[in-house]
């Protein structure tokens, strides 16, 4: 008995003395160590990446009422990362600047045919038919809001991932009427991100649709185009399809705010990054007949 | 012959609500749902979808712990406490005493699964625009029966594994992988060189195909009724799993020594 308490007193003093050493040990890391952020990043640290992706896309699957192609399945579309919900953002781009959209093809791609009668059969227990929430979903009835707790699950978890801010963005400001959600939600993105273009592009578009603060949303574009000439201009691939957009949206502001000159400037340089240098060239020669 | 079988189920119900482990679970699935009720997003209460999601995950994770404790503790704590001796000393057949433990879990599992999916439906009529009783009807419902084939297969391992606990375990593990794999190996096989083909396509067309009885992607996004003949023929199959474990069940158990 006198041995156990021996032994027992013994172990203790040992984990006192590991203690007190590796309490030592820690603060001298911690010195060096990058600054932790939230409790969330401390806990899980790569993992929250991980997991913002994987709520991102499961907002996708929402978007599509459940409907998605696994892993597993056929190879024609999948609904990981950038699927059509992201997808969307884009379209509404092309269609304001070039008039046609890139994914109205793939956009209804049935799924495979069963292989066998058991998956034939399993089909009728899960969404096996392509749908989208803004036209209405398997029921027609309008719930693209229902993507949004995924969306804000994700930003959570991942607060560096962009494309969170600007998709939500999009479809909270376009879609479901709240430009003050949208604009707070990308002001968020913007204190986990400083001085990001596409949110700073995100926040313009907002100012100058919603508020019809022309000279705002041009600051922010121009803050937008500075950000990204030093944030992408370095890159070996840089993201010339923002730039376009930027280039786009300020020379239209420019010409709404009477300032055609300026506006001319835009549209050539959007003239040497646009897919279709006509159209835009189009627009340079209507501009300067008006300023005439 | 059913007198018999019902008075083994009744205890078994019985069993059910004295033990704490269901309210347990319960107030644990209404917490956690209640908790994600109250997250505000972008200030729009119309929100539901993912609230149903969360919600469904917690049943069925509920469900499948519900049924697998209570089925597989029935024949292990007869022999154990010995009351398994004066019972079939009764004018009782080994297979009725088996049919009766299965039909008291099966029972259990319903009457959880009735108090459960009354919560969803109550928690999301206060955000949805309609009751959608017919889609609980039929998620309920394919999901209990789902839970019959569990439960005769936790019955017929509670014969032929040492444990309860390990019974408990490999039946969790096997459902949950069927549940997520089950219908992708069909593709798997189809990337495999023989012999890998054949016998991973033999195992697909041998498992009890647990995902048909999952609705939770057609009830949360508002989905259309499965027709009623498919919910049916669902069921005749589930049917055919369940016959199919409580005979490997009853022949095991009639040549098996009590002791």
Known sequence: MRRSVLILGLLLASCFSVALRLDHLLQIWAKDMPKKGSLMEVIMGDSRRLLGDYFFAKADIYFHSGYYISRFGGAKEHHEGSGHMAGATEEHEHEDHAGHTDHEEEEHAAPDAPKDWIEAFGRKFYPSEHTHLD????????????????????????????????????????RLHKPKEAEAFLREGLGANPGNPSILFELSRIAASNDKDLDHAVNLLELALAKWKEQEGPKKEPNTFLLEQIYGNLAKLETERGKSEKAIEYLKQLKSLSPHPEAVEKQIEDLEQKKK | MFSRINAIAGVT?????????????????????????????FNDTNIVRYLKEITLLLIWIASLTIAISTAARQIPAEKESRTIFP??????????????????????????????????????????????????????????????????????????????????????????????LGRHLNSVALGLSEPGRTIVYTIYYLIPHLEFFDLRDLLVHSWPLVAWGTWALAIVYAALYVAVFLTAASLVFRKKPLI
């Not at chain 2, 959608?132 to 209990?144: C, D, I, M, V």
């Open chain 1, 135 to 174: 036209e209405g979903g398997p029921n027609k009835h309008d719930a693209v809001q229902e993507i949004l707790p995924w969306l804000k699950f994700s930003a959570d978890l991942d607060p560096n991932r962009i494309e969170t801010y600007t998709v939500s963005a999009y479809w909270l400001s376009q």
């Open chain 2, 13 to 41: 119900i019985k069993e059910l609500y004295r033990r704490k482990d269901f309210y347990v679970i319960f107030v644990f699935t209404v917490l956690i749902a209640l908790i994600f009720a109250s997250i505000n997003f």
């Open chain 2, 87 to 180: 019972l079939l000393a009764k004018p009782i057949t080994r297979t009725e005493f088996l049919l009766g433990k299965f039909l008291g879990s099966w029972l259990a599992c319903g009457i959880a699964l009735l108090v459960l999916y009354g919560f969803l439906a109550l928690l999301a009529r206060t955000r949805d625009d309609s009751w959608h009783l017919l889609n609980y009807f039929q998620a309920a419902s394919l999901h209990w029966v789902m839970l019959g084939i569990i439960v005769a297969f936790v019955i017929f391992g509670s014969l032929v594994f040492a444990a309860p606990s390990s019974n408990g375990t490999i039946t969790f593990i096997l459902a949950v992988g069927i549940l997520l």
